[in-house]
């Protein structure tokens, strides 16, 4: 099969036939429809902060990964050959209570598709156990390689602040308007009556925002930021709920000034960022958590959300030939929402 793999830390990408997999007891080989193209990917190519290194090289990047089941391995029954899927990223060893609780994701044993294993970058992946697989029936498995990570990721930490937002005077605020900031407008758009307010330093994406779902948008730079968040409900007392995709000193600093009494601050995003914490900073009773990824639930009801409300992002296709062309744009911010390479 043919496969994109990365030689060394910071090389371009070359595409190269290696052997196919075969799937062994309780696996499964996936046919790859398409794969997403993440900002993560080019942090992993760089070695950058944040994410782990590759175990070896060359490497096979692609964590957001949809297509159809190729092949079975003795013991798995949940699937048919030619059934179309989305492949849950976060594998954990499926027996620790946090696994048992349905977060194999952050399970203490995980491994991530593309990260810490090899990824769907290629013609074809083996995916070790049939539970990591979600049924898409007759979407089209293309169209939704971003919800396997984008739109998994953004709903997972919008999940956490619904219970936030049920009263029509609610609001929250979204830092970092990219690919994940997006699908989080879009999605608490859909679930919430709250306003929601953007937050980014790009004009671009403010805007862009204005147009999915948020009705107000604030630079994060600006001297008046913080009272513009502090009186968006017209109080004084600031937002119900933030997350931040970004994650680094200042935005947590602007989580924390803007968040409201009995609100919550969920962080999402990896810049490195620390917050001081007190009884009294943030806000009295605002709870302050992160989120990572999201569950095989969270995975399904993403895709249930895309099936009703067509909630899924942008896409801009690339082949697999062009996946230097494709990591190249997304390092210079030229791809809208998401980028996917096309098998």
């Not at 290194?53 to 096979?60: A, C, G, H, L, Q």
């Not at 297509?67 to 976060?90: I, N, R």
């Not at 990260?115 to 539970?131: F, I, N």
Request: glycine content about 12%.
């Amino acid at each position: 099969m043919r496969a994109a793999r990365l030689p060394s830390t910071g090389s371009d990408l070359v595409v190269e036939e290696i052997p196919d997999p075969t799937p062994g007891p309780g696996q499964v080989v996936v046919k790859i429809a398409a794969s997403g193209v993440c900002h993560s990917d080019v942090t992993i190519q760089n070695a950058g902060p944040g994410m782990p290194s590759v175990p070896y090289f060359p490497w096979t990047l692609g964590h957001e990964n949809t297509g159809y089941v190729h092949a079975l391995g003795d013991g798995v029954t949940d699937f048919e050959v030619g059934d179309a899927v989305a492949v849950w990223p976060g594998w954990g060893d499926g027996t620790c209570r946090v696994c048992r609780a349905g977060h194999e994701h952050i399970c203490p044993n995980v491994s991530y598709v593309g990260v810490t294993q090899p990824g769907g970058w290629a013609d074809y992946l083996l995916v070790p156990a049939a539970r990591h697989l979600v049924p898409l029936g007759d979407l089209d498995p293309v169209e939704a390689a971003p919800l396997t990570d984008a739109g998994l990721t953004a709903y997972g930490a919008v999940s956490k602040v619904l219970d936030r937002l049920i009263e029509s005077d609610r609001s929250v605020a979204v830092i970092g308007a990219g690919g994940l900031g997006q699908f989080a407008i879009k999605y608490l758009s859909a679930l919430t009556s709250a306003r929601i307010v953007a937050v980014d330093i790009d004009a671009g994406k403010r805007e862009h925002a204005l147009t999915i779902g948020a009705s107000m948008a604030v630079d994060s730079t600006s001297d008046d930021a913080v009272g513009q968040l502090l009186n968006v409900s017209g109080d004084g007392l600031g937002v119900d709920a933030v997350i931040d995709f970004v994650g680094v000193d200042s935005t947590l600093a602007l989580a924390a000034g803007v968040t409201a009494p009995c609100g919550a601050i969920v962080l999402v995003g990896i810049g490195g960022g620390t917050l001081p914490f007190g009884y009294t900073n943030p806000n009295q009773q605002v709870q302050v958590g992160t989120s990572s990824l999201g569950s095989r639930a969270d995975l399904a009801s993403v895709i249930s959300l895309w099936k009703e409300h067509g909630i899924n992002a942008d896409a801009t296709r690339y082949s697999l030939d062009d996946v230097n062309q494709a990591l190249q744009d997304l390092a210079e911010h030229k791809i809208a929402e998401r980028g996917v390479l096309v098998m």
